[in-house]
């Protein structure tokens, strides 16, 4: 995203579209799945909790992005939201193991 904000060139940016939305969707399996073994017992609320609070986040904090990015420009978003990204890249490593009962 770094890169994508910091580039000039259509045809970089465009190549650079693909790595970042696989980048995006990729991990939601694995998010899901982790979020089944915290809650072995009730997998259902598991999936629903992890998927839906992940959504629901990104669609409440739009319209405040999309007022940022009015008020000054794109590439500020896009700094905004690798600042953002930083935050959970930092708090997986302080994931620990589930224990399976």
């Keep these: 995203m770094l890169a994508f904000s910091l580039t000039k060139s259509v ?19 694995a998010i899901v799945l982790l979020g089944q073994r915290y809650l072995p017992n009730q997998m259902g609320l598991a999936s629903g909790v992890t998927l839906g609070l992940a959504i629901s986040i990104g669609g409440i904090a ?33 994931i620990i193991e589930p224990t399976i009962k």
């Design 11 to 29: 045809i970089v940016a465009s190549a650079l579209l693909l790595p970042i939305g696989m980048l995006i969707f990729i991990p939601y399996s």
């Design 62 to 94: 739009t319209p405040f992005l999309g007022q940022v990015a009015d008020a000054t420009s794109l590439i500020t978003v896009f700094f905004i939201l690798t600042a953002v990204a930083l935050i959970p890249m930092g708090a997986a490593y302080f």
